[in-house]
């Protein structure tokens, strides 16, 4: 009887080193893993095209032909040219890499398939890197021939396709549905017309037709969006039902005092709508867990500290952890500058803080004389201690790890702390749902009175004398500017500005003492970074030249435009956050995206959807829809499901029938006791444990 637990270490015809590489190229370990690692595409061998008859309409072709010439050519990059014929045609076939594996393979006047993708090179067609099999394998079989994803390393350690084939057809053929027993229910299996677990899984592997491929390629997407909205809702309602939490029934002096006399300016609808979710959780008796999105500039701050005026109402003290330090003495400058006049005190930890400082801060700390902390990952050291810490509250929460926030939520007795993630980066709503689906959502999607729109503009090289007048303009007028580049170095495969060069461009045109430059980049020792970005923020220079290192968080009111070199190499989400640095103050802004003339599809397109918007969900929907899921800064990071064949892009109507299915079937039956949920129960236990579920921490 065949284990899918096996290791396939001591599988026969694998053992530790080709085991080690399959870990490698697919994070495998077991023969059930193996097995989940579907083909990309198929061969219909059954179709072999003459050589004649090809286009470059025909994409991917199987031709039968014989070796006629083979030809090592030097050059930039060292190629194998082999050419072939059947007789109806001549063809070239070229490979790049792995040129010694192939040239052990083939032989002059011996007969082979091959398989590839059709190119056309200076007006003739080729094949470049094709599949090579060798014709008349005893091999009757009725289905398509899976394609399966490769490197060169398992090619070369004997780990062929056609070796991958038959170990999985082998195993296929010895298990059977009781190995791959089902989660989805027979009504919902009948309600949706979805095939059987297992036998999907088989026409994965090896397809009667295209069709039968299809049909099996929905029913496993739907089964992953399904089990992932399932384990994230059943989280979701045990910690609703379940998490205690502190309740803070008290809107108290502060928050009054603050709301009616202190605030700066008005909150939008947006704010007010949020803090009055936040307000009817943390009032609840259970725990607040809530994901708090909002656009740059959108005004999560203030949020956040009302937030903690009504911890602080009931007796409660708050943390506030920002990933990086420059960030968190700006959350401090900012928080100590609103609250100044009422009754409590915020203290700021960082690494860098000095011995007698820190003291202070963890004596304060314990006697309750400090009410709000904000740090870095300091606040998780052993030796910070809360007289009573209620509220927690991460910025950016990409940037941390589960278990340091896990770290931060043991800090609070006896009852867990309320959670509020506060993300600056927009996320897609069925992206948001399948990676924080066990968290409310709370979206600010109003900028504050008063702001104006960033106006964008796109120039090409020829117009550097256009950008350099407005930033002279700015700047005469008493303004700052960023100028952000993608490189540190140069390249030798892009033609990219890099950063000396374009500080250098910058001092002949803007010279001292009328102008002062800072430079930071992700080079520097932190001690330099930090004083040359202090320069800036305190208005000692009026140029910035940066890589991305300013790109989150940094506030400075007085910077009114940001330029970006070869803005065409950045993602849509870095160009969106570089575009948040500025506009933050009253005076119209602008962001400069300088791009050369050659620009590729996407690129086109980003560059237009940054002119065009700056509504920052529709950015994100636009990058997750040219990049996939995974560009979304920090997805995967957190948690992001790591989906085999589902892509939340390319497959939203079923994850919206996923999503839709899993309410239904938990809203009815949380605890998933109907008989007909057995399976689903049964399944999802092994999931979560397999996930290492820390959903609860947020």
């Known amino acids: 009887m065949l284990d899918l637990n096996h290791p396939l270490e001591y599988v026969k015809g694998i053992g530790p080193r080709r085991a080690e590489l399959l870990f490698k190229a697919f994070h495998t370990k077991t023969i059930g893993e193996l097995i989940q690692v579907y083909p990309i595409r198929y061969i219909d061998k059954t179709t072999i095209t003459p050589i004649r008859n090809i286009t470059i309409n025909d994409e991917w072709v199987l031709i039968k032909a014989t070796i006629i010439h083979i030809e090592l050519v030097d050059g930039r990059k060292q190629r194998l040219v082999v050419k072939v014929s059947d007789q109806t045609g001549i063809m070239e076939l070229v490979w790049f890499q792995g040129i010694r594996y192939i040239g052990q393979i083939i032989e002059k006047g011996k007969e082979f398939l091959f398989y590839g993708k059709i190119n056309n090179f200076n007006g003739r067609l080729n094949i470049p890197h094709p599949e090579i099999e060798k014709p008349g394998i005893n091999d009757t079989r009725d289905f398509l021939l899976p394609i399966y994803p490769n490197t060169e390393a398992l090619n070369r350690s004997g780990l062929t396709m056609k070796f991958r084939r038959d170990l999985l057809f082998g195993w296929l053929n010895e298990l059977s549905s009781y190995d791959f027993p089902e989660m989805i229910p027979n009504w919902l299996m009948k309600d949706l017309n979805l095939p059987s677990r297992f036998g999907s899984i088989k026409q994965m592997h090896f397809p009667q037709n295209q069709k039968s491929a299809e049909i099996a390629k929905r029913r496993l997407i739907f089964e992953e969006f399904f089990i992932n909205q399932c384990s994230l809702i059943a989280q979701k309602i045990y910690r609703k039902n379940n998490i205690k939490g502190y309740n803070f029934s008290k809107i108290g002096p502060l928050f009054n005092e603050f709301y009616h006399h202190k605030l700066p300016f008005q909150l939008t609808e947006a704010q007010k709508r949020v803090i009055r979710e936040i307000r009817n959780d943390m009032g609840s008796g259970f725990q607040l867990n809530r994901l708090l999105q909002g656009d740059v500039g959108s005004g999560k701050t203030i949020v956040a500290l009302m937030s903690a005026l009504i911890a602080c109402d009931n007796g409660f003290q708050t943390c506030i952890m920002a990933p990086l330090e420059i960030l968190a003495q700006q959350h401090y400058k900012n928080i100590s500058k609103l609250i100044q006049g009422l009754n409590i005190k915020a203290a700021l930890l960082t690494g860098t803080s000095k011995k007698k400082e820190r003291e202070e801060i963890l004596s304060g700390l314990q006697s309750n004389e400090i009410q709000i902390l904000i740090g870095t990952h300091a606040l998780i050291e052993p030796a910070v201690k809360f007289h009573q810490l209620g509220l927690v509250i991460i910025d950016e929460q990409h940037r941390f790890g589960v278990e340091q926030r896990a770290a931060l939520w043991s800090k609070a007795t006896p009852l867990p702390p309320h959670v509020i993630v506060m993300t600056a980066t927009p996320i897609p709503r069925?992206?948001?749902?399948?990676?924080?689906?066990?968290?409310?959502?709370?979206?600010?999607?109003?900028?504050?009175?008063?702001?104006?729109?960033?106006?964008?503009?796109?120039?090409?090289?020829?117009?550097?004398?256009?950008?350099?007048?407005?930033?002279?303009?700015?700047?005469?007028?008493?303004?700052?500017?960023?100028?952000?580049?993608?490189?540190?170095?140069?390249?030798?495969?892009?033609?990219?500005?890099?950063?000396?060069?374009?500080?250098?461009?910058?001092?002949?045109?803007?010279?001292?003492?009328?102008?002062?430059?800072?430079?930071?980049?992700?080079?520097?020792?932190?001690?330099?970074?930090?004083?040359?970005?202090?320069?800036?923020?305190?208005?000692?220079?009026?140029?910035?030249?940066?890589?991305?290192?300013?790109?989150?968080?940094?506030?400075?009111?007085?910077?009114?435009?940001?330029?970006?070199?070869?803005?065409?190499?950045?993602?849509?989400?870095?160009?969106?956050?570089?575009?948040?640095?500025?506009?933050?103050?009253?005076?119209?802004?602008?962001?400069?995206?300088?791009?050369?003339?050659?620009?590729?599809?996407?690129?086109?397109?980003?560059?237009?959807?940054?002119?065009?918007?700056?509504?920052?969900?529709?950015?994100?929907?636009?990058?997750?829809?040219?990049?996939?899921?995974?560009?979304?800064?920090?997805?995967?990071?957190?948690?992001?499901?790591?989906?085999?064949?589902?892509?939340?892009?390319?497959?939203?109507?079923?994850?919206?029938?996923?999503?839709?299915?899993?309410?239904?079937?938990?809203?009815?039956?949380?605890?998933?006791?109907?008989?007909?949920?057995?399976?689903?129960?049964?399944?999802?236990?092994k999931y979560i444990t397999k996930n290492k579920d820390m959903s609860k921490i947020g």
Do not use: W
Request: net charge negative; charged share 25%.
């Open 430 to 685: 069925t992206l948001a749902m399948s990676v924080y689906g066990d968290l409310d959502v709370s979206i600010i999607d109003q900028l504050p009175p008063g702001r104006k729109p960033i106006k964008t503009l796109h120039f090409h090289e020829l117009k550097r004398t256009e950008m350099e007048a407005l930033m002279k303009h700015e700047l005469d007028a008493g303004r700052q500017v960023f100028v952000v580049y993608p490189l540190i170095e140069e390249s030798k495969d892009m033609d990219l500005e890099n950063l000396q060069m374009g500080y250098d461009r910058i001092f002949r045109a803007f010279p001292p003492p009328k102008y002062q430059i800072s430079v930071v980049h992700g080079k520097m020792n932190p001690k330099d970074k930090e004083s040359e970005m202090n320069r800036f923020i305190q208005f000692q220079s009026n140029i910035l030249v940066a890589t991305t290192v300013i790109e989150v968080g940094v506030d400075i009111p007085n910077a009114s435009v940001m330029i970006i070199e070869s803005a065409d190499r950045f993602g849509l989400s870095q160009l969106h956050q570089l575009r948040g640095r500025v506009g933050r103050g009253a005076e119209q802004s602008f962001c400069v995206l300088m791009t050369g003339y050659k620009l590729s599809q996407d690129a086109r397109t980003r560059i237009k959807t940054m002119v065009e918007t700056d509504n920052g969900f529709t950015i994100a929907e636009v990058d997750m829809q040219l990049r996939g899921p995974g560009s979304i800064e920090g997805v995967r990071q957190s948690g992001g499901p790591e989906f085999k064949l589902a892509s939340i892009s390319l497959h939203q109507d079923l994850f919206k029938l996923a999503n839709e299915s899993a309410l239904k079937i938990l809203t009815a039956d949380p605890k998933l006791e109907n008989p007909d949920n057995l399976g689903l129960k049964s399944y999802l236990s």
